[in-house]
């Protein structure tokens, strides 16, 4: 895999020392020009299209750092899984040789200075120049950790734990730490779990019981009490807007829904799509959409208005379009 540099920048061994800053773009990763896949970046109406790897290896599970910066994604470069480059595709630098293949993707501290990366080893938390900072492990040979997510002020990390038990049935436990104390807290069943915005309540979506692999999104404290029900029926994927005062997630076979954080003004739309993500001034929503070609469905990348909810295509191509993840936005 070779890293591509759109920009110039001064070089450093620190990824993000002296970094350009991305501003009004999204990153996707896309199998367009291979069939490993590659990591670019386009304007925010689709336009102006940069590929920042190339080579032989899938490059996936992109993740822009919230500066704008950096983006950490997966691909076995130099035998590691977890790489970070600067967001013009330079510098790039492999921060865990040896590492095993991921189970989620990584995982951005809100200062974009942290990474929790998850394989079949547990969780490592790293420094973007790659120093550990903790490792948390499983607490059985059978079970895997999954959906990690840092808290906005930068002190706990949220994750679940699956436990396979009888039956071919699974056991989904939300769990959570101090980033420096591994020391663990259980929570509640739950799958995907995230946070609001003040760090002071987890949002996920609740099982009532481990036969059940659906279920309605909750809210619940820190110390797993006082759950909150805030969506009607079965759901997935929470994403709390970033004003905090929204969720939008995918209910009834992945339609957009919206609903506020106590539980009030739920509303679904007509938008088909999975993995949305927040513009960060809350104006819009970007995803993958599934588009009818001829002779197949392909996956593209969508984007969606809040203010009337108009849709609009951002990528047209044979290949495959997947995970978008906001730069910063321009203010003017």
Known sequence: MVALAGVSCTDSTEPGSASAKLVDRIVFQSDRLDSKGDIFSMALDGSDVRRLTEGTTWDHCVSLSPNG???????????????VMRADGSNLQSLLPGASESYACPAWSSDSELLAYTSVNGITI?????????????????????????????????????????????????????????????????????????????????????TSHNGPICTMALDGSDIKVVTPGNAASPRVS???????????GELLCFVNLDGTSFVRTNVYGRNFVWAP?????????????????????????I?????????????ADSRPSFSPVSTH
Not at 70 to 76: E, K, M, Q, T
Not at 311 to 318: A, E, I, M, Q, Y
């Open 242 to 252: 970033p004003d905090g005062s929204r969720i939008a997630y995918e209910c009834d």
């Open 307 to 319: 203010e009337g909810m108009g849709v609009t295509r951002l990528t047209n191509n044979p290949g």
């Open 126 to 210: 790293v420094t973007v120049g790659g120093a550990p900072v903790a490792t948390i492990q499983e607490i059985g040979s059978q079970s895997s950790l999954w959906w990690t997510a840092f808290s906005p002020d930068g002190s706990r990390l949220v994750f679940v734990e699956l436990l396979p038990v009888s039956d071919g049935y699974n056991d989904f436990r939300v769990w959570t730490v101090a980033v420096h104390d591994p020391t663990r807290r259980i929570l509640a069943p739950g799958l995907q779990p995230t946070w609001t915005k003040n760090s002071e309540r987890i949002v996920y979506v609740c099982l009532s019981n481990i």
């Open 69 to 83: 910066q950096l983006i950490a994604f997966v691909g076995p470069h130099s035998n590691s899984g977890l790489a």
């Open 281 to 305: 001034d809350g104006r819009s929503l970007a995803y993958e959409c599934t588009v009818q070609e001829p002779g197949r469905l392909n996956a593209e990348i969508c984007r969606v208005s």
